[in-house]
């Protein structure tokens, strides 16, 4: 009699979940088609213990606790939020409990010419858990690019976000199904469910000036601990986007000569004048936004659904 041939083993499936809208999106659409994953992996760049430290916008933080773990507990998804609560082994470089302290510690500053920070603080870290997880076993991670970023893709961007290991795949279902930034939004306004809006450290060099502009109008003590961080860091140069200067005392109620502690960078000092952006996917005349901010991008239309 021959021998039935064994069924290889499924991989378990985890979604590397950023926490804005093309994550959302992709969670949205994959328990919509019936196939959603088995983990989402999300890693805090700040303190879970302590919001006061720069790290997650408080939009994303929100979403994540109030709608996306409830949902996932509903459809039987396992949330991971990674963070140094859950060990030492998550520490950023080994000893720093959040992305903030790392770079006031040692004195560096984000720069747009790297993936350092998104290294540091989410990839390696979920690597390390994907590791303790599973070890050599089968994994398929999902990873949120959009239809959009074919063009990043191709540059090797993709290479970045997981380790080669054996065993381990990665999956791109956003561009599997053909989705752009504008869609995504699409599927999050019909789910009934708040939108999330992108996803980005507070203090994100990549971050636009209205960005900086809503954070010193909406949280300005993070805005003021960045403003400290920056203008301590030699590196930084008057003029470039992120530059910060010192009000006189005077500005704010204070002896005349005497110097207030509280630092402002150039470019909330002018405003900001939107561009319009086509989507070079779906060739919508402006694309979705990502814009950050507090609150969420579009509220929900209807009463969350159950």
């Not at 010419?113 to 990839?123: N, V």
């Not at 063009?151 to 599997?176: I, N, Q």
């Not at 053909?178 to 203090?203: I, T």
């Not at 920056?230 to 530059?243: N, P």
């Amino acid at each position: 009699m021959a021998k039935r041939k064994r069924k290889k083993k499924r991989p378990a499936t985890v979604l590397s979940y950023g926490g804005g809208l093309d994550s959302w999106a992709m969670l949205l659409e994959s328990i919509d088609r019936g196939e959603p994953p088995d983990y989402i992996v999300f890693s805090d760049v700040g303190d879970p213990l302590d919001r006061s430290v720069p790290g997650e916008w408080p939009s994303t933080l929100a979403h994540i606790e109030e709608i996306v773990k409830p949902l996932a507990e509903q459809h039987g998804i396992k949330f991971v939020h990674i963070s140094y609560l859950m060990g030492p082994e998550y520490l950023i470089q080994g000893k720093y409990k959040t992305l903030f302290e790392w770079f006031r510690s040692t004195n560096t500053f984000p720069g747009t010419q790297s993936s350092l920070c998104t290294m540091k603080a989410k990839i390696d870290r979920i690597n390390t858990w994907l590791e303790k997880e599973f070890g050599g076993e089968p994994v398929e991670v999902w990873i949120g690019f959009g239809a959009e970023e074919k063009k990043r893709f191709k540059k090797g961007a993709s290479a970045v976000y997981t380790k080669e290991v054996p065993g381990r795949t990665k999956r791109y279902p956003l561009m599997e199904w053909d989705m752009c930034r504008c869609r995504s939004e699409q599927v999050a306004r019909q789910s009934g469910y708040p939108v999330p809006r992108k996803s980005a450290c507070v203090f994100c060099p990549h971050a636009s000036k209205r960005d900086f502009k809503t954070l010193s109008r909406e949280q300005p003590e993070l805005f003021h601990e960045i403003g400290k961080l920056e203008s301590e860091f030699k590196g930084t140069s008057t003029g470039k986007m992120m530059a910060y200067h010192t009000k006189t005392g005077e500005e704010y109620g204070l002896e005349k000569g005497e110097k207030a502690d509280m630092w402002l960078p150039e470019a909330v000092k002018t405003d900001y004048v939107p561009h319009l952006i086509p989507c070079p996917h779906c060739k919508a005349p402006q694309r979705a936004t990502k814009q950050a901010g507090s609150t969420w991008l579009y509220d929900a239309p209807t009463t969350c659904p159950s």
